[in-house]
């Protein structure tokens, strides 16, 4: 029983350049998240999707696009990754759509040079 | 869109010692939790708490929702207890869940 599964744990890439940050979970929740974290600027929502095929923009959606595979799985997409995008990046997943504990991934550390 | 604030922002404390963290919402919330980000960097949920208190060992936790604020209750402190502590609100019916920007708690031997 992994929980919440993100890959890959690092990765450095060149401005320009794209790259797909992968989340699974193995819970059976209905709504996933990514939030990236700098410093002193707490956690930030990128994207939520609340059910298998539903996805919305949260505070910071500029530059990501989100994919909602199926119910476990919940992709986040840098098209041209900028040096403003580098960051430690979050998934996580919880039951309900209003409701029930959030579940976090390990976390993805992103250098955009 | 709705504030959360979080008070203090940055906190020292000798081992032993207790500790009140705030956690202010301007809006009305669904629910808010509060989370321990250890220093690898690991979040772990410690309370789900839409109203009323609950408690955990030496943490406890209280949200009074129609005043807009919640506590999180750190007694007799550990090393362990280090980290950023933060909350996050449920503020709409559309599941964003909303973080404040933390309390780095440090904790002495």
């Known amino acids: 029983n992994a929980g919440v599964t993100q890959t890959p744990k690092f990765q450095v890439l060149k401005t320009g350049q794209s790259m797909t940050l992968q989340c699974a979970q193995d819970m059976n929740h209905n709504s996933m998240y990514w939030y990236r974290q700098d410093p002193g600027m707490g956690l930030r929502l990128i994207y939520y999707?609340?059910?298998?095929?539903?996805?919305d923009k949260g505070e910071v959606p500029n530059g990501y696009n989100v994919s909602r595979l199926n119910k476990r799985e919940f992709s986040l997409r840098l098209e041209s990754a900028a040096p403003s995008q580098t960051s430690v990046y979050f998934c996580?997943?919880?039951?309900?759509?209003?409701?029930?504990?959030?579940?976090f991934g390990e976390g993805s550390r992103l250098t955009v040079l | 869109g709705i504030q959360v604030e979080q008070s203090p922002p940055d906190l020292i404390l000798q081992e032993g010692a207790n500790s009140t963290l705030r956690c202010n919402f301007s809006d009305s919330v669904n629910n808010l939790q509060w989370f321990h980000q250890n220093p690898w960097g690991q979040l772990i949920n410690l309370f789900y708490?839409?109203?009323g208190t609950k408690q955990n060992g030496r943490l406890s936790a209280t949200t009074v929702a129609t005043e807009r604020y919640s506590l999180l209750y750190i007694s007799s402190s550990q090393t362990t207890d280090s980290g950023v502590y933060f909350c996050a609100v449920d503020y709409n019916q559309g599941g964003k869940l909303i973080f404040g920007q933390g309390t780095e708690l440090s904790v002495k031997p």
């Open positions: 996580a997943t919880r039951a309900g759509l209003n409701s029930g504990e959030l579940f």
């Open positions: 999707s609340a059910s298998e095929g539903t996805t």
């Open positions: 708490i839409p109203s």
